[in-house]
């Protein structure tokens, strides 16, 4: 399967943007997909992850409460919905897709097995 992430700009601290993960080349319902984030000089971080049915979405402990992930199995695609935006959140984030069980959410990176190009998000104070 194939990834895509858009949706990244440059945003004011407080407000909003979602970010897309779009699909191909694969059956995408079969696939748990996670959204990471890096920020320059720093490690990988999960955001969250939603399994494959969208019943299960564990998020980093840094953005709980602000951000949302859902998907549209139909569109192949997976959203984040990240509001009350901070500085802090400044990164490049990536959308990355595995293949499992129903209800199974990995949380690591090397857990996935696929992986989009990343989208730039600037937060301005």
């Known amino acids: 399967v194939q990834l895509q992430a858009s949706g990244g700009g440059l945003v004011q601290a407080g407000g909003s943007l979602r970010l897309s993960c779009s699909a191909s080349?694969?059956?995408?319902?079969?696939?748990?997909v996670g959204w990471f984030r890096q920020a320059p000089g720093k490690e990988r971080e999960l955001v969250g992850v939603i399994s494959r049915n969208g019943g299960t979405t564990p998020y980093g402990d840094s953005v709980k409460g602000r951000f949302t992930i859902s998907r549209d199995n139909a569109k192949k695609a997976v959203y984040l919905q990240m509001n009350s935006l901070k500085p802090e959140d400044t990164a490049v984030y990536y959308c990355?897709?595995?293949?499992?069980?129903?209800?199974?959410?990995?949380?690591?990176?090397?857990?996935?097995?696929?992986w989009g190009q990343g989208t730039l998000v600037t937060v301005s104070s």
């Open positions: 990355a897709a595995k293949s499992t069980i129903l209800t199974y959410t990995p949380t690591r990176a090397n857990d996935f097995d696929y």
């Open positions: 080349g694969g059956t995408f319902s079969r696939f748990a």
